[in-house]
T-cell receptor, first 114, second 111 residues
Framework: DAMVIQNPRYQVTQFGKPVTLSCSQT?????MYWYQQKSSQAPKLLFH???????NEADTPDNFQSRRPNTSFCFLDIRSPGLGDAAMYLC?????????????FGPGTRLTVL | DQQVKQNSPSLSVQEGRISILNCDYT??????FLWYKKYPAEGPTFLIS?????DKNEDGRFTVFLNKSAKHLSLHIVPSQPGDSAVYFC??????????FGKGTLLTVNP
């Protein structure tokens, strides 16, 4: 089945220790997104890739970076995690074709910062 | 400033009855609306959508209604089943392909 896969599902890191979350997709979608979701909050878009073009949201902290080495993979790097970065991180994909407006989500990675 | 609002954090209904989840938006440029369903420890899954040129879209037990003048949409689930218990997110799309989400409503369907 075509899907969006996120690894790991649970990640524990120490305050200030860099961490990388990964996302892969078999849908061959050209747009990939990273969201941060905290408890009882709406998913918050951090950035997205439209093909190879990186698009950062204005309020995304510099602490968050992303890489997309190819169509299938996308990584979220948190350079110096703080306690406030503990959250669920969701990867999503979509096609940019006008007829397709749905985003398909992975299961998420729950990040804990000690 | 929340552009998509789900004012009810939770809703509880009896199995077999109708569930109505509500969503309000403020941006008149939104042209496409989606509902996502999320179980614990899983990512949101797409449920149903509606274009701004329509006022109703139905898919099995799920119907979404859009009232553009009121900037309001609702999701109706009839009949509700215990397996429908989840968090439901309303999302809206504007001129680009990015989605703006509400905070979600936790639906509990009691047997």
């Amino acid at each position: 089945d075509a899907m969006v896969i996120q690894n790991p599902r649970y990640q524990v890191t120490q305050f200030g220790k860099p961490v990388t979350l990964s996302c892969s997709q078999t849908l061959n979608h050209n747009v990939m997104y990273w969201y941060q979701q905290k408890s009882s909050q709406a998913p918050k878009l951090l950035f997205h890739y439209y093909d190879k073009d990186f698009n950062n949201e204005a309020d995304t902290p510099d602490n968050f970076q992303s890489r997309r080495p190819n169509t299938s993979f996308c990584f979220l790097d948190i350079r110096s995690p703080g306690l406030g970065d503990a959250a669920m991180y969701l990867c999503a994909t979509s096609s940019s074709l006008p007829a397709y407006n749905e985003q398909f989500f992975g299961p998420g990675t729950r990040l804990t910062v000690l | 400033d929340q552009q998509v609002k789900q004012n009810s954090p939770s809703l509880s209904v009896q199995e077999g009855r109708i569930s109505i989840l509500n969503c309000d938006y403020t941006n008149s440029m939104f042209d496409y609306f989606l509902w996502y369903k999320k179980y614990p420890a899983e990512g949101p899954t797409f449920l149903i959508s509606i274009s701004s040129i329509k006022d109703k879209n139905e898919d099995g037990r799920f119907t979404v209604f859009l009232n553009k003048s009121a900037k309001h949409l609702s999701l109706h689930i009839v009949p509700s089943q215990p397996g429908d218990s989840a968090v439901y997110f309303c999302a809206a799309k504007g001129s680009n392909y990015k989605l703006t989400f509400g905070k979600g409503t936790l639906l509990t369907v009691n047997p």
